[in-house]
């Protein structure tokens, strides 16, 4: 019974979303690692994620600064030829899509492999930075991360400094401007889309259940319940994330 009736729930819940969608005034998106799980990269966490390969120490800033080579080493191999070699998938496709319609106002991602940039999306709060740029905290500069400043580790700005990447370590704060965006965005959305992200990661966490506590409709694309699905969720798509958005693409466009 489960096989036949499956199909027509998954339908409903999508029509639901569309729908939401549709009506929203200021409709925003959330997403996290199991966006871009499908796409060839897999979450930091979990059965098969990246820290049960690498030593999550060489994305703690102290250790960067004391180990820069060290630090240098593992970043050029999972951010810039593991993640480099990754393209957008249906869900980043259907995001830049609703923005280029005017239908999505704002998205927030917990990611830092620049596969919403790549997919053509620009509305975008990179709550925890991107790895497409670099910066040098000795004096300030910043540039892009091209192939060839890898060919010595550790890369170092014209000043001596050594170039960090633009995301969060451990250790670091969340840059002031991204938090206050993402809260203005929490406080004026209507409707949310939640997608690939399971509420385990302080502070983003917070952001979809600031959303709710405004009012907003909170939809969910996730293949298995997360922390927000009982608690928050209106509108739970329970599959991947490329079938539900392929879906919805189908529908809205």
Not at 188 to 211: K, W
């Amino acid at each position: 019974m489960n096989d036949t009736t499956e199909p027509v729930r998954l339908e409903e819940q999508i029509e639901k979303a569309a729908k939401a969608i549709r009506n929203a005034q200021y409709c925003t998106a959330f997403t996290g690692a199991g966006i871009s799980v499908e796409s060839g990269i897999p979450p930091f966490r979990g059965e098969n994620g990246i820290w049960n390969t690498y030593n999550p120490i060489v994305l703690d800033l102290g250790y960067f600064y004391q180990n820069p080579k060290e630090s240098w080493k593992a970043i050029r191999e999972i951010f810039y030829e593991f993640f480099g070699a990754a393209s957008p998938n249906a869900a980043h496709v259907l995001l830049a899509e609703l923005e280029k319609h005017g239908m999505l106002k704002m998205l927030i991602t917990q990611n830092i492999d620049n596969l919403h940039y790549e997919a053509g999306s620009r509305a975008v709060v990179e709550y925890h930075g991107n790895s497409r740029t670099l910066v040098c905290p000795r004096c300030g500069a910043r540039r892009d991360a091209a192939a060839d400043i890898f060919e010595e580790l550790p890369p170092r700005c014209s000043c001596g400094g050594v170039w960090k990447p633009d995301f969060v370590f451990f250790g670091e704060s969340i840059p002031f401007d991204a938090l206050q965006r993402a809260e203005e965005a929490a406080e004026r959305t209507d409707c949310m889309l939640l997608i690939g992200t399971t509420g385990e990661v302080y502070p983003a966490a917070l952001i979809p259940r600031e959303a709710a506590r405004n009012g907003a409709t909170i939809i969910e694309i996730n293949p298995s319940p997360s922390l927000y699905t009982h608690e928050i969720t209106d509108i739970f798509i329970q599959t991947r994330a490329v079938e539900a958005c392929d879906a919805l693409l189908n529908v809205l466009f």
